[in-house]
């Protein structure tokens, strides 16, 4: 055996592993001064190491570290909301900057059937909306026409809604109640909307346009997606009382 | 992997304090043991002990269930010593009269002899150090400990390799050894 394979030994016996051949060990040992010292220092090695004492955690450090990750999950948490609101509300911002954006740059805001002065040929698309901004805004103008009419059929479908809705709920009744006499009020088929708005300031109208043009599919989605949804509602069949 | 480590974390990352409690009291001792040794510092190890858990409970969803969860504990404890290590060789050292590693006296000359060795560990750079601790003190395998440092498992036996023999020679320079016995355990 010489000192490498020794030392290997040495590292091996360290490691928990029962060395094979002892006789060659003891015979370099016997011969070689430097091996046998540090095989010497390994066996102190390992008495110490048996002796050193395990370090104990103050009494209450579990706790205070329990208190404190607990605190931190409910920080940690706080904080990820209030991220993900910013976040939310941050895109829906950039959302609809984005779509004013869009919509201003294919032209929406701009008169589609030539009305006025905005139709003169050789005008800028910035002059046209202001000839029919004016247009719009002056007496006997269409008065914000694009917004009005989206509310007149907003209102329209509303009425429809809300008169169908009605009827259902008096045909429940009557059956839950058969000897009761409702009777629904006739609604006015054709009432009117007022125009809700009066357009007081160009910069106003002009933003309530680009909401209209953003909303409008938006809009019919909703009515869409209601219709759907009252459609697929189960008609309420009320159980028939025994005895009545 | 134990599957009561799994259920565990995912109590822990429900928020349930009474996991968290559990899952403290069970490593908290081989973590402050840990910082110990690395820091050579009781109330250092303390505060880092502290730190190790809360960055535990922070990365819980990172852990990776097919492994034990202790290496990879050991790991963060590693790691927060060696930056807390930084951080404390730029602030005016503190004299730890905490301390308390030291045994009681004794008939013979093993309180000399663990006094020896701490003061060789704490002559290790930290890698050594860190590789030694968690094998004789911890009795963590080879392959755990590579785990917990990200190093191959080869670096950490040549890393212990040197460790052992840097606290060998050191004992002999301090004449720990006598020319009685060569045997091992």
Redesign the interface.
């Known amino acids: 055996m010489n000192c490498p394979e020794c030392q290997d030994l040495?590292?091996r016996?360290?490691d928990g592993d029962l060395p094979p051949a002892r006789t060659a060990l003891d015979g370099h040992?016997a011969e070689c001064a430097e091996c046998?010292?540090?095989?010497?220092?390994?066996?102190?090695?390992?008495?110490?190491?048996r002796?050193?004492?395990?370090?104990?955690?103050?009494a209450g450090?579990?706790q205070?570290?329990?208190s404190?990750?607990?605190e931190?999950?409910r920080t940690?948490r706080a904080w990820r909301r209030r991220t993900w609101t910013a976040a939310a509300v941050a895109a829906g911002l950039l959302l609809l900057v984005l779509a004013g954006y869009q919509l201003n740059r294919s032209g929406v805001f701009d008169d589609p059937g030539g009305r006025g002065s905005a139709s003169r040929e050789g005008a800028t698309p910035r002059a046209k909306k202001t000839a029919r901004a004016r247009h719009d805004h002056a007496p006997g103008g269409k008065g914000g026409p694009f917004l009005n009419e989206t509310i007149q059929e907003a209102g329209t479908a509303a009425l429809a809604l809300t008169r169908r809705t009605a009827g259902e709920t008096v045909a429940q009744a009557r059956r839950l109640l058969p000897g009761s006499t409702l009777t629904l009020p006739p609604l006015k088929p054709e009432t009117p909307l007022t125009p809700a708005l009066d357009p007081s300031a160009e910069s106003l109208r002009q933003a309530g346009q680009g909401m209209t043009a953003g909303l409008r599919p938006v809009a019919a989605s909703a009515r869409r997606a209601f219709g759907l949804f009252l459609r697929e509602i189960a008609p309420m069949n009320p159980e028939p009382q025994s005895g009545s | 992997v134990s599957s009561e480590e799994a259920v565990l974390v995912r109590r822990c990352l429900r928020?349930e304090?009474e996991a968290?409690?559990t899952l403290?009291?069970r490593f908290?001792?081989e973590v402050?043991?840990l910082c110990?040794?690395l820091l050579n510092h009781?109330h250092d190890?303390?505060d880092v002990?502290?730190e190790v858990?809360?960055r535990v409970?922070?990365s819980l969803r990172r852990w990776d269930s097919q492994r034990p969860l202790k290496p990879w504990i050991m790991g963060i404890a590693v790691n927060r010593c060696r930056t807390w290590m930084v951080q404390r060789a730029r602030r005016p050292e503190l004299v730890d009269y905490l301390h308390?590693?030291a045994?009681g006296p004794a008939a013979d000359d093993?309180a000399e002899?663990?006094s020896?060795?701490?003061a060789a560990l704490g002559e290790l750079r930290l890698e050594y150090r860190s590789v030694f601790v968690l094998f004789?003190?911890h009795g963590q395998a080879y392959e755990d400990i590579a785990a917990a440092l990200d190093r191959p498992v080869g670096t950490i036996k040549t890393w212990l390799?040197r460790a052992?023999?840097e606290?060998?020679?050191r004992?002999?320079r301090r004449g720990?050894?006598?020319?009685v016995?060569?045997?091992?355990?």
């Open positions: 040495l590292q016996r360290l040992l046998r010292a540090r095989h010497i220092a390994a066996q102190r090695l390992a008495d110490g190491l002796l050193l004492p395990r370090p104990v955690p103050p450090l579990a205070r570290i329990v404190r990750a607990l931190q999950r940690d | 928020g304090a968290v409690q403290v009291e908290q001792s402050f043991g110990v040794r009781r190890a303390e002990t502290q858990f809360l409970f922070r308390d590693t045994p093993s002899l663990v020896e060795i701490q004789h003190e390799h052992r023999l606290v060998l020679d004992l002999r720990m050894i006598s020319e016995n060569h045997e091992l355990p």
